[in-house]
Each structure stands twice: as structure tokens, then as C-alpha cells.
């Protein structure tokens, strides 16, 4: 079974692929990248729309994954604009110095500065798009908390400020195997599979396993 993966993402990649691995899953990177416009209102919106125009590029059965870090106190922020939170005016926009996920991690530790309530959760969702009109979507929640300082230095973006609940250590402290078992993507994979093993005999099942 072959799916393409609709992210530019390097992060994702690696995350994603080392979970369908196991499944008998190979992962196809594009060889070009699709500008997506992100004009969705939630990470569902924005996950169709990514794997709607990988798929209308290159026809073949398509993975796509809208992700974000979700904070209540700060009126549900970064949440969509995880990936872009340092260039936006809410909250005051932050210089790129070293890269960007150093400079969202600094805006969001600016921004929560004396705040006590650092509660936090990681949200992803999939879509798996075999044909235009035909596709499903699976999520994930990881909650947690946010860290008064960065620490390690595994898997990407906010994972060096992300406590995951009744941890101590951050997100990008664990092992690769840990961050798969309880993050908000290795949950939404784990699903996606399972979804899949239940429809077996579905057509829609049948379109995946023939690519
Ligand atoms: P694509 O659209 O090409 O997939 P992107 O990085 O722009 O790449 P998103 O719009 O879904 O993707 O934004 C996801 C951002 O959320 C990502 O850049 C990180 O800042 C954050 N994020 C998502 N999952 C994460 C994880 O497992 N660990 C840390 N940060 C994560």
C-alpha cells in the first residue's frame, strides 16, 4: 500500500512514516511542493484542503495532517496558526532568529509569562483522501502542559516546551517510541488503522490496499 503524505513538514514526515512503516504502509514524499492556501477555520478544514490539492496534482491515494498546539488561557492560540504564531500580530510578533519554532516557542513562553494556568493540548487531524468525493478523517488529543523553559531536543516544533500529563519530562525528552504511544499524531494514526481494519471489506478499503 502506497500513500502520499501532503506535508512539506520534515517533522511530520518522520513521525508519520515511522509509525505506517510497521502497518505495510509505504510513504511517498512529493516531489514537488503544493502551495496550500490554510484558508480553513479548523484543523479539519485545513487538513481536506491539503490533501485536495496534493491529490488533485497527483492522483494517488493522499495522507494529510493539520496539526497545532492548543492553549486555553491564551483564547485557544496557536491552535491553526501553530505553525506561523511568531508572525502574527495577536499577541505581538516575534523575530526569526534562530528559525521559527524557536521563535513561536519564544512568543508563547513571553505570552504565558506569570500565568499559572499553562494547560495545554496537542490536536491532530488526518485525512486520507482516495478519490476527490471520497475520504475520512481521524484525530488525536494529547493534553498537557506548557514548561516555564525549553528542554531536549527530539521531535520538532513545540516539543521542547510540551509536558505531556503525568510527565515531568518534556515532549522532545522522550524517546521517538514514547512520543508515538501517547502523542496527539500517533493517536490519530492508531485510529486511522483501526478504522481501516474494521472497513476491510468496504471499497474504500479495497482502493487503498490496491495502490
Ligand atoms: P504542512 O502544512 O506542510 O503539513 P505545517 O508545519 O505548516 O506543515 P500545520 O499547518 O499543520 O503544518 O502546523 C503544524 C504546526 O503545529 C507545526 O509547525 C508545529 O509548530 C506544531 N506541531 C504540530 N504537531 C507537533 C508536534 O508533534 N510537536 C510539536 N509541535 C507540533
Known amino acids: 500500500m502506497k500513500l502520499l503524505l501532503a506535508t512539506r513538514n520534515v517533522g511530520k514526515i518522520v513521525e508519520i512514516s515511522r509509525m505506517l512503516k510497521p502497518l505495510g504502509v509505504d510513504v511517498i514524499q512529493p516531489e514537488e511542493e503544493i502551495p496550500v492556501e490554510e484558508r480553513g477555520k479548523s484543523f479539519m478544514e485545513n487538513a481536506y484542503l491539503k490533501a485536495l ?35 502574527l500580530d495577536w499577541g505581538g510578533r516575534e523575530e526569526v532568529e534562530t528559525g521559527k519554532d524557536q521563535a513561536n516557542i519564544k512568543k508563547l513562553l513571553r505570552l504565558l509569562e506569570g500565568n499559572q494556568d499553562r494547560r495545554a493540548y496537542f490536536k491532530a487531524v488526518l485525512c486520507l483522501m482516495i478519490e476527490e468525493e471520497f475520504y475520512i478523517f481521524t484525530e488525536g488529543i494529547c493534553h498537557g502542559e506548557i514548561a516555564e523553559s525549553p528542554r531536549g531536543s527530539g521531535g520538532f516544533g ?7 500529563l503525568g510527565y515531568e519530562k518534556t515532549m522532545a525528552e522522550l524517546s521517538p517510541e514514547e512520543k508515538d504511544s501517547l502523542s496527539h499524531r500517533g493517536k490519530a494514526i492508531k485510529k486511522l488503522s483501526q478504522l ?16
Open 158 to 164: 513545540y516539543d521542547p516546551i510540551f509536558k505531556p
Open 196 to 211: 481501516l481494519e474494521t472497513c476491510k471489506h468496504s471499497i474504500f478499503y479495497q482502493k487503498v490496499r490496491s495502490t
Open 53 to 87: 490539492a496534493y491529490f488533485k496534482r497527483y492522483g494517488i491515494p493522499t495522507l494529510a495532517d493539520d496539526s497545532g498546539l492548543v492553549v486555553p488561557s491564551l483564547e485557544g492560540y496557536p491552535g491553526i496558526y501553530s505553525s506561523r504564531f511568531y508572525s
